[in-house]
């Protein structure tokens, strides 16, 4: 099965896209989730960190899988206190105090998830060029 494109393969337009807005969505949804219910707060939690992994996947190793994490992470965090701020009554869920500290952990958890999803197509990538013929 072949790989996905890297995220270098890909439009400057898509890059864009891929990298800032989608984890900034998501995170404003997942914000919006704090005063919907804790079930749905879990959901989009789980749902965000997968994304983080897919976008260390397009990456070649740890390194640019790294920064893809940090960047996403922290436009993910930075929408999560936006939509905090502006959209939620009263939460279901706790967040860092002071909420924008909450940035910080979302980009510290954006960073491994993408390491981890940089290393893991890293090794494929390894794995496939060891087993293909000489």
Not at 74 to 96: E, K, S
Not at 100 to 105: G, S
Request: with cysteine.
């Amino acid at each position: 099965m072949p790989l996905p494109p890297l995220l270098s393969e890909r439009p400057p337009a898509l890059r864009l896209a891929l990298t800032v807005l989608t984890p900034a969505i998501a995170g404003f949804v997942t914000g919006v989730t704090l005063g919907v219910g804790i079930g749905a707060w879990v959901i989009a939690n789980a749902l965000a960190a997968l994304g983080g992994l897919g976008a260390g996947f397009e990456h070649d190793g740890v390194r640019s899988g790294v920064r893809r994490g940090a960047v996403g992470g922290a436009c993910f965090g930075l929408a999560l206190v936006l939509a905090d701020a502006t959209v939620v009554g009263d939460r279901v869920a706790t967040i860092a105090d002071p909420a924008i500290l909450q940035t910080v952990v979302t980009t510290a958890a954006g960073t491994l998830l993408g390491a981890l999803g940089g290393a893991a197509r890293g090794r494929l990538c390894r794995r496939a060029a060891a087993a293909a013929p000489a």
